[in-house]
């Protein structure tokens, strides 16, 4: 049997449309078992967000997005470290057990990054939280998940491991030779998405923020990814981050349905290539 069967499977709510409310009713009726929760959907209403999430028994697989608090310049510094602190605090309060941090796609000091991860790492163990660093695909610095590797190497904290985002992998020509050296405890969260490549450098954002595909719709090597995890033994939440404005105007109940359908269509071609 694949252990990718038995993995926690999310939806990202960007996806959907509607109410935040009525995108966690259809992700929950799809059958995900989890959902990435943004800092916009629960910041506000924090009891609330927990009560709806414990009601349709959907994990918090995590809280998100830290952005551009590694290695931030002058004033930002400190107020990306203040933002870092009520992130957190939001986060034990919501039931999540980890926060998301997408490399720094800003003005950055890369000899700041290591001290300011380390700080974050050790803020985020006092309240039991773990720490998931993504690189992104237009970073100033970390553009690259085995950058990102070498990071949380040099770091060294057991709280800190990686996101495997699809996206800024593939987009960049990337392979899964980023991969090879990372340790599957240290792989924290799985993001699959898919898009029509070739991609031309000046539409990296554009199609990032607007135009994801979902697997299965593109020709992003996600069998590949998706049978490279399964031989490593990965075990962690496997989901959806697929931003799309088409699909966000589109009904939500059905397109969550579509969503874990592909989901689903994904990892069993992935774990088939896994056993031949």
């Known amino acids: 049997m694949s252990l990718l069967e038995s993995n926690p499977r999310f939806l990202n709510t960007v996806l959907l449309g509607g109410t935040f409310t009525e995108k966690l009713e259809v992700i929950a009726k799809a059958g995900f078992t989890g959902v990435e929760v943004w800092q916009q959907d629960a910041e506000k209403a924090v009891a609330e967000t927990r009560q709806q999430l414990d009601a349709l028994s959907l994990v918090r697989t995590d809280y998100q997005v830290l952005l551009n608090f590694d290695g931030a310049v002058g004033e930002k510094h400190q107020e990306k470290r203040q933002e870092a602190l009520t992130m957190m605090t939001t986060a034990r309060a919501l039931g999540s057990p980890m926060i998301l941090v997408a490399a ?10 290591v001290a300011d ?32 590797w070498q990071i949380v190497q040099q770091v060294d904290a057991d709280n800190l491991g990686l996101v495997v985002d699809a996206f800024h ?9 980023d991969l090879i ?93 896994a056993e031949d």
């Open 104 to 113: 720094n796609t800003a003005a950055c000091d890369p000899q700041k990054i």
């Open 169 to 177: 992998i593939f987009a960049l020509h990337r392979t899964l030779q």
């Open 181 to 273: 050296d990372i340790p599957r405890e240290k792989i924290f969260l799985v993001q699959l998405s898919d898009i029509e490549m070739p991609l031309g450098d000046d539409a990296l954002k554009q199609i990032a923020r607007h135009h994801r595909l979902l697997p299965g719709e593109g020709n992003f090597p996600l069998t590949g990814l998706v049978a490279y995890l399964d031989k490593l033994g990965y075990t962690g939440p496997d989901g959806l981050e697929v931003f799309n404005d088409h699909a966000a105007k589109q009904d939500c109940a059905g397109v969550a349905q579509r969503a874990k359908e592909a989901l689903e269509n994904i990892l069993m071609k992935g774990s088939t290539d």
């Open 117 to 148: 991860m380390k700080w974050l790492c050790r803020h985020a163990k006092a309240l039991d939280l773990r720490v998931a660093y993504e690189a992104m695909s237009w970073s100033t610095e970390i553009d690259q998940c085995d950058k990102a």
